[in-house]
T-cell receptor
Framework: KAGVTQTPRYLIKTRGQQVTLSCSPI?????VSWYQQTPGQGLQFLFEYFSETQRNKGNFPGRFSGRQFSNSRSEMNVSTLELGDSALYLC????????????FGEGSRLTVL | AQSVTQLGSHVSVSEGALVLLRCNYS??????LFWYVQYPNQGLQLLLK??????LVKGINGFEAEFKKSETSFHLTKPSAHMSDAAEYFCAVSDRNTDKLIFGTGTRLQVFP
């Protein structure tokens, strides 16, 4: 069974640009969560999608958005990039009737110059 | 609200020595607790989880953790460290209301030969 796939793995952008990151969950998993990981702030929850609906949202500005498609694949978008958005963005999926357990992808490392 | 505290951002041990990584949780309801490991430039991998069954939980790579309700702790141990155990370890608690995983700040384990 394939794991969670995130693309791209690495990308470099400049301030003011926007970026879209993609996540394909494990087959059969309908819930997808996104986390931002930085050395200073650790792992911070961005949002969670289930059946194309945002179910939970973290404390991030409106520049951070996401969506989920009918095949459970998800994308997150960051507009008007700032230097502080440089981070590892992790996507995770969870199975139905989960106890909260998440299965993570390898992440997309974003560098903003 | 649920939370976890990991004591010690860095732990160093010699190869073959006992590994002990500390985690205390705060939860108003019986929690689901998890330990994840992250190797450099990779996502998080589940080591083990506690979901109200046996209090001593065995995970992958020889790790285990004991749920102690009286101490609100879920410390991770391994009898004998291996060089390949060097990584960052995260304790997490599942928020029963939102199914959101809340992570601790992580403990970086170094193993010396």
């Amino acid at each position: 069974k394939a794991g969670v796939t995130q693309t791209p793995r690495y990308l470099i952008k400049t301030r003011g640009q926007q970026v879209t990151l993609s996540c394909s969950p494990i087959s059969g998993h309908r819930s997808v969560s996104w986390y931002q990981q930085t050395p200073g702030q650790g792992l911070q929850f961005l949002f969670e999608y289930f059946s194309e609906t945002q179910r939970n949202k973290g404390n991030f500005p409106g520049r951070f958005s996401g969506r989920q498609f009918s095949n459970s694949r998800s994308e997150m978008n960051v507009s008007t990039l700032e230097l502080g958005d440089s981070a590892l963005y992790l996507c995770a999926s969870s199975p139905p009737a989960s106890t909260g357990e998440l299965f993570f992808g390898e992440g997309s490392r974003l560098t903003v110059l | 609200a649920q939370s976890v505290t990991q004591l010690g951002s860095h732990v160093s041990v010699s190869e073959g020595a006992l590994v002990l990584l500390r985690c205390n949780y705060s939860s108003s309801v019986p929690p689901y607790l998890f330990w994840y490991v992250q190797y450099p430039n990779q996502g998080l991998q589940l080591l083990l989880k506690y979901t109200s069954a046996a209090t001593l939980v065995k995970g992958i790579n020889g790790f285990e953790a004991e749920f102690k309700k009286s101490e609100t702790s879920f410390h991770l141990t391994k009898p004998s460290a291996h060089m390949s155990d060097a990584a960052e370890y995260f304790c997490a608690v599942s928020d029963r209301n939102t199914d959101k995983l809340i992570f601790g700040t992580g403990t970086r384990l170094q193993v010396f030969p």
